[in-house]
C-alpha cells in the first residue's frame, strides 16, 4: 500500500497508466553519405504517422468541441506537410550530413525564431504550434510513445511524475478516472484543480511512477489517502464497501446544501465557491455555494495560442454573473506567473518564480492586459453583483496605483455610454505578510480582504506550496500564521469591512471552528467541500468558539494548537 496526499476525494478501481514524457534526445552525430537515403526515409515515415495521429486528434475534438475548435489541428496538418519546410529538412540532411532529427530539430528552432521577432501577433502565436509539431515528429522519429491526454481511449487512473494545471484541465473525464503523481502538494494548482473537476487524486508520492507498472490494477482511495497495487479480490471488497459508504456520506450531506451556515447561536458565515470557468459556477450553485468567493480568472488564459480579448472576457463574466442571479462573485484578475505558466507569453526562467514574476506584477507590466481585464469586468458588472480583487499585493503604492487606473476606464467606459456597476466593490487577496503587516493601512483603501492562506502559509514560513519534500512544514495553523490572520480579520473589523477566506484552509473541516471564533466574516471553497463545512458551522457555538481561539492564540507551538482544536473538535461533536 502507497500513501501520499490526498488532493481530491474519491474511490475508484481502474488500469494504471504510466505517463511518462521522456527527454527527447537528439543524435548529433554525423552521418555517412550512404545514410543520407535513410534519414530522409526516417522523416517521411515520421511524418505520416505524425499526421495520422493530428487526424485522429481532429476526429475526437470535432466530436468534443465542434467543427470549429477542430479547425485548430487541421491548421497542424498543413504546418506538418508544408512543402518549404519539408524541402528545408531534406536539404539540410544532405548539405550538413547530420540525422533526420538533428535536421528537424534546427529548421523548428530556426523558424520559431523567425516567428518571434515578428511584430504581427497572430504569427508570433504560431511558434507553440511549430513547437508541438516539431516534438511530436521527433518522437515519432525516436519512438518516443506520444500520450495525448485528451485523447486517451480505455479508462485509465494515469500516473505521472508531475502534472501542469494545463494538463489538468486538457484531461479526458470520461477516461481519466483518477491520478496520482510523484509530486505536488495539496495546495499545488493542479490539486485545486482536481477538486473543482471532481477527479480522485493523490498527489506527492514520492515514487509511485517507480512502483506502478503499465496495466496494473489499482484502487485509488484518496478519501484515507490509501493506493494499492494489484489487490486481492478480498481488499477489492472491502473498497467497495468503502466506496459505498462515502457516496452515502456524501448523499446525505447534499440534503443539507440549501440550509445556511449560521451558528447555534445565530453568527451567519457567508459560504461561497473557489471557480476556474463557467462550468464550476454550475457546481457552485449545485452545491449550495450562496456566492463566488474566488474566481481564478487565469483559467480563462490558460490552454489556448493567444491572450483572450476584452470581449470574451467580457462574455465569460457575464455568463457567470447570469448564472450566479444577483449573488455575489468575486472575479480575481489574472494571476499568472508561479505554477501558472502562459506558453504564449514567453515567460522568462526564473529562479524562483513563486517570488518573481507573478499577478498582479504581470498585469502592471502588461498593462494593456490589466485594462482589457478590467473593462471586461466593468462592463459585465451590469448584469450582476461583481467585485473585483487584486493578488498577491505587498503595498500601498500598488493599491494607489489600482485604484487609479479602475478610476481611469470607469471615466472612460462613461464616455462611451456603456452601463456599469459604479459602487463596484474591490478587495484585495492577503496573501503576502507584507500585506497582512499593513492590513490596517490597505484596509483605509478597499472594500474587503481574503486571505489566501495557501500563498499566505508558503511566503511567511519560506516553504514551497507545492513542494512534497517539505510538506511537513507547510503549516497553516502556525501560531505565526494565525497571529497573521486574526491581525487581518480584527483591521477591518474596526472598519467596518469584512474578511474572508478563500484558501484551502477555509475547508479544512478541523480548523473552521478556530476559523469562526477568531470572526470570519465568509469562507470560500471548491464546490464539493460546500456541504460539510456548512454542517460543521451550524453545529458550533459561536461564543465557546470564540474561547478557543482566545486561547488558541496565546499557544506558542503547532502542537499545543492542533491538541486545543482537537479537543474541542471532540467535545462539541463537530467531525
Ligand atoms: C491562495 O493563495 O490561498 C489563493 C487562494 O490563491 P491561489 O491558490 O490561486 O494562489
Ligand atoms: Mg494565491
Redesign the pocket.
Request: proline letters at 5%; glycine letters at 14%; charged letters at 25%.
Given at each position: 500500500m502507497i500513501s501520499g496526499i490526498s488532493a481530491s476525494p474519491g474511490i475508484v478501481f481502474g488500469t494504471a497508466l504510466l505517463f511518462k514524457e521522456k527527454k527527447i534526445k537528439i543524435n548529433k552525430t554525423k552521418i555517412s553519405s550512404q545514410n543520407i537515403q535513410i534519414e530522409i526515409k526516417k522523416f517521411f515515415k515520421a511524418r505520416k504517422k505524425s499526421a495520422q495521429q493530428i487526424h485522429e486528434i481532429k476526429n475526437q475534438a470535432k466530436k468534443k468541441f465542434g467543427k470549429k475548435k477542430s479547425l485548430i489541428f487541421k491548421g497542424h496538418i498543413l504546418l506538418l506537410e508544408d512543402e518549404e519546410l519539408e524541402k528545408e529538412i531534406i536539404d539540410l540532411i544532405k548539405k550538413k550530413k547530420i540525422t533526420a532529427d538533428f535536421a528537424i530539430e534546427n529548421i523548428i528552432q530556426e523558424q520559431i525564431k523567425t516567428l518571434k521577432n515578428l511584430k504581427d501577433e497572430y504569427l508570433k502565436n504560431r511558434t507553440i504550434d511549430i513547437r508541438d509539431i516539431g516534438n511530436r515528429l521527433l518522437k515519432n522519429i525516436l519512438h518516443i510513445p506520444v500520450v495525448d491526454l485528451s485523447n486517451i481511449k480505455k479508462k485509465v487512473i494515469l500516473i505521472t511524475k508531475d502534472l501542469t494545471p494545463s494538463q489538468t484541465a486538457q484531461m479526458n473525464l470520461k477516461k481519466i478516472i483518477g491520478f496520482i503523481t510523484d509530486l505536488g502538494g495539496n495546495?499545488s494548482?493542479t490539486s485545486?484543480m482536481a477538486r473543482s473537476l471532481e477527479i480522485p487524486a493523490i498527489v506527492g508520492t514520492k515514487n509511485i511512477t517507480k512502483k506502478v507498472k503499465n496495466g496494473d490494477f489499482l484502487i485509488l482511495d484518496s478519501v484515507n489517502n490509501k493506493i494499492i497495487i494489484n489487490p486481492s479480490e478480498k481488499k477489492i471488497q472491502y473498497f467497495k464497501k468503502e466506496k459505498k459508504k462515502y457516496f452515502n456520506i456524501q448523499k446525505k450531506l447534499k440534503l443539507l446544501k440549501d440550509l445556511p451556515a449560521i451558528t447555534k447561536d445565530g453568527k451567519k458565515i457567508e459560504i461561497g465557491s473557489?471557480i476556474g470557468n463557467y462550468k464550476d459556477s454550475i457546481n457552485a450553485k449545485k452545491y449550495g455555494a450562496e456566492s463566488i468567493g474566488?474566481y481564478?480568472t487565469e483559467f480563462l488564459f490558460m490552454g489556448r495560442n493567444n491572450l483572450p480579448s476584452e470581449e470574451e472576457q467580457f462574455q465569460a463574466y457575464k455568463s457567470i454573473a447570469q448564472k450566479m442571479h444577483g449573488k455575489s462573485i468575486i472575479i480575481?484578475t489574472m494571476?499568472i506567473g508561479?505554477d501558472k505558466n502562459l506558453s504564449y507569453m514567453n515567460f522568462p526562467k526564473e529562479d524562483n518564480p513563486f517570488l518573481g514574476w507573478r499577478a498582479i506584477r504581470v498585469s502592471i507590466d502588461n498593462i494593456n492586459i490589466l485594462h482589457d481585464q478590467i473593462r471586461a469586468i466593468l462592463r459585465a458588472s451590469a448584469f450582476g453583483k461583481l467585485k473585483i480583487m487584486f493578488?498577491m499585493i505587498i503595498s500601498m503604492e500598488e493599491i494607489y496605483y489600482l485604484k487609479k487606473e479602475v478610476e481611469n476606464i470607469k471615466n472612460q467606459l462613461k464616455k462611451e455610454n456603456i452601463i456599469f456597476d459604479k459602487k463596484i466593490n474591490i478587495g484585495i487577496?492577503i496573501?503576502t505578510p507584507s500585506s497582512a503587516i499593513i492590513s490596517k493601512y490597505l484596509i483605509q483603501e478597499v472594500d474587503f480582504f481574503?486571505?489566501?492562506?495557501?500563498?499566505?502559509t508558503q511566503y511567511t514560513l519560506a516553504v514551497d506550496r507545492g513542494n512534497e519534500i517539505i510538506s511537513k512544514l507547510y503549516q497553516p495553523i502556525s501560531p505565526s500564521i494565525l497571529y497573521l490572520i486574526n491581525k487581518v480579520i480584527t483591521e477591518s473589523h474596526k472598519a467596518k469591512k469584512w474578511t474572508g477566506i478563500?484558501?484551502?484552509l477555509a475547508s479544512n473541516t478541523e480548523i473552521i471552528a478556530l476559523l469562526v471564533g477568531m470572526g470570519i466574516d465568509e469562507l470560500s471553497m471548491s464546490s464539493i467541500s460546500i456541504p460539510i463545512i456548512k454542517n460543521i458551522i451550524r453545529k458550533i457555538n459561536y461564543k465557546k468558539a470564540q474561547k478557543l481561539a482566545n486561547k488558541v492564540l496565546k499557544e506558542k507551538t503547532v502542537e499545543n494548537i492542533q491538541y486545543l482544536i482537537k479537543k474541542f473538535n471532540k467535545k462539541e461533536n463537530l467531525l
Open positions: 495546495t494548482h485545486i473557489n474566488l481564478r480575481r494571476d508561479g493578488p487577496m496573501e481574503s486571505i489566501g492562506t495557501n500563498d499566505l478563500c484558501g484551502e
